[in-house]
Protein backbone atom coordinates (compact mmCIF):
# COMPACT_ATOMS: atom_id res chain seq x y z
CA UNK A 1 0.00 0.00 0.00
CA UNK A 2 2.75 2.62 0.81
CA UNK A 3 6.34 2.87 -0.52
CA UNK A 4 9.28 2.71 1.66
CA UNK A 5 7.64 0.99 4.31
CA UNK A 6 10.45 -0.61 6.70
CA UNK A 7 9.23 -2.65 10.00
CA UNK A 8 9.08 0.28 11.43
CA UNK A 9 6.38 2.12 8.85
CA UNK A 10 6.57 5.25 7.57
CA UNK A 11 6.36 8.80 9.31
CA UNK A 12 2.65 10.55 8.91
CA UNK A 13 4.43 13.34 6.33
CA UNK A 14 5.39 10.35 4.20
CA UNK A 15 1.70 9.14 4.54
CA UNK A 16 0.05 12.07 3.70
CA UNK A 17 2.57 12.50 0.72
CA UNK A 18 2.38 9.01 -0.61
CA UNK A 19 -1.69 9.18 -0.28
CA UNK A 20 -2.11 12.34 -1.76
CA UNK A 21 0.04 11.76 -5.26
CA UNK A 22 -2.58 8.94 -5.81
CA UNK A 23 -5.47 10.81 -5.17
CA UNK A 24 -7.23 12.90 -7.27
CA UNK A 25 -6.97 16.29 -5.13
CA UNK A 26 -5.54 19.89 -4.99
CA UNK A 27 -4.49 19.30 -1.53
CA UNK A 28 -0.97 20.71 -1.13
CA UNK A 29 1.32 19.48 2.01
CA UNK A 30 3.67 22.75 3.15
CA UNK A 31 5.49 20.90 6.27
CA UNK A 32 8.08 22.51 8.40
CA UNK A 33 9.44 20.62 11.74
CA UNK A 34 9.02 23.03 14.11
CA UNK A 35 10.43 21.31 17.10
CA UNK A 36 12.40 17.79 17.96
CA UNK A 37 10.12 15.34 19.76
CA UNK A 38 12.87 15.38 22.66
CA UNK A 39 13.76 19.03 22.76
CA UNK A 40 13.17 22.60 24.72
CA UNK A 41 14.82 24.03 21.78
CA UNK A 42 12.16 26.71 19.75
CA UNK A 43 14.74 27.33 17.21
CA UNK A 44 12.16 25.74 14.47
CA UNK A 45 9.47 28.09 15.67
CA UNK A 46 9.65 30.76 13.03
CA UNK A 47 9.57 28.43 9.83
CA UNK A 48 6.92 26.04 11.27
CA UNK A 49 4.87 29.38 12.31
CA UNK A 50 5.49 30.78 8.96
CA UNK A 51 4.27 28.02 7.27
CA UNK A 52 1.05 28.02 9.18
CA UNK A 53 0.79 31.31 8.62
CA UNK A 54 0.66 30.69 4.45
CA UNK A 55 -1.74 27.79 5.16
CA UNK A 56 -5.76 26.89 5.49
CA UNK A 57 -5.43 24.25 8.09
CA UNK A 58 -2.33 23.70 10.39
CA UNK A 59 -1.78 19.76 11.36
CA UNK A 60 0.17 20.12 14.69
CA UNK A 61 1.71 16.08 14.88
CA UNK A 62 3.51 16.10 18.66
CA UNK A 63 3.63 13.10 21.17
CA UNK A 64 6.42 11.01 21.98
CA UNK A 65 9.80 9.31 20.64
CA UNK A 66 10.91 5.21 21.18
CA UNK A 67 14.13 3.92 20.40
CA UNK A 68 14.69 0.89 18.67
CA UNK A 69 14.91 -1.64 22.28
CA UNK A 70 18.48 -2.40 21.55
CA UNK A 71 19.64 1.41 22.12
CA UNK A 72 17.44 2.50 25.13
CA UNK A 73 19.84 0.96 27.33
CA UNK A 74 22.84 3.45 25.60
CA UNK A 75 23.40 6.51 27.95
CA UNK A 76 21.91 9.50 26.55
CA UNK A 77 19.59 8.02 24.98
CA UNK A 78 17.09 10.63 23.83
CA UNK A 79 13.73 8.03 23.78
CA UNK A 80 10.43 9.81 25.31
CA UNK A 81 8.74 6.62 25.93
CA UNK A 82 9.68 2.97 26.16
CA UNK A 83 11.15 0.40 28.18
CA UNK A 84 12.76 1.82 31.40
CA UNK A 85 11.96 5.25 30.12
CA UNK A 86 10.39 6.82 33.27
CA UNK A 87 8.48 9.87 33.29
CA UNK A 88 6.93 12.29 36.37
CA UNK A 89 3.86 13.13 34.25
CA UNK A 90 1.79 12.63 30.70
CA UNK A 91 2.70 15.85 29.70
CA UNK A 92 3.99 16.78 26.31
CA UNK A 93 8.06 16.96 26.32
CA UNK A 94 10.01 19.75 25.29
CA UNK A 95 9.13 22.46 23.64
CA UNK A 96 5.90 20.41 21.85
CA UNK A 97 3.35 22.51 24.19
CA UNK A 98 4.56 25.46 23.49
CA UNK A 99 4.87 25.00 19.69
CA UNK A 100 1.21 23.96 20.21
CA UNK A 101 0.19 27.46 21.78
CA UNK A 102 2.55 29.28 18.89
CA UNK A 103 0.95 27.35 15.96
CA UNK A 104 -2.62 28.38 17.60
CA UNK A 105 -2.22 31.93 17.92
CA UNK A 106 -1.49 32.38 14.30
CA UNK A 107 -5.56 31.76 14.20
CA UNK A 108 -5.53 29.23 11.44
CA UNK A 109 -7.85 26.16 12.45
CA UNK A 110 -6.16 24.08 14.04
CA UNK A 111 -5.80 20.07 14.21
CA UNK A 112 -3.51 18.18 17.32
CA UNK A 113 -2.62 14.69 16.70
CA UNK A 114 -0.58 12.70 19.04
CA UNK A 115 1.77 9.88 17.77
CA UNK A 116 2.63 8.23 21.03
CA UNK A 117 3.02 5.06 22.42
CA UNK A 118 1.51 6.09 26.18
CA UNK A 119 -1.23 8.07 27.43
CA UNK A 120 -0.73 12.12 26.68
CA UNK A 121 -2.32 14.89 29.19
CA UNK A 122 -2.48 18.13 27.84
CA UNK A 123 -5.65 20.05 29.26
CA UNK A 124 -4.77 23.33 27.54
CA UNK A 125 -5.05 21.44 24.30
CA UNK A 126 -8.34 19.94 25.13
CA UNK A 127 -9.32 23.14 26.50
CA UNK A 128 -8.60 25.40 23.65
CA UNK A 129 -9.41 23.76 20.59
Known amino acids: MFENATI ?12 LANASSDVVV ?11 SQDGFPEALETVSNADVAVVMVGTWSNDQTNLWIPGSNA ?31 VVVFVSGKPIAEPWIKASM
Open 8 to 19: NGITPLEGFNQY
Open 30 to 40: NYAQGCELWSY
Open 80 to 110: TTGEHIDVHDLALFGAQLELVKAVQSIGKPT
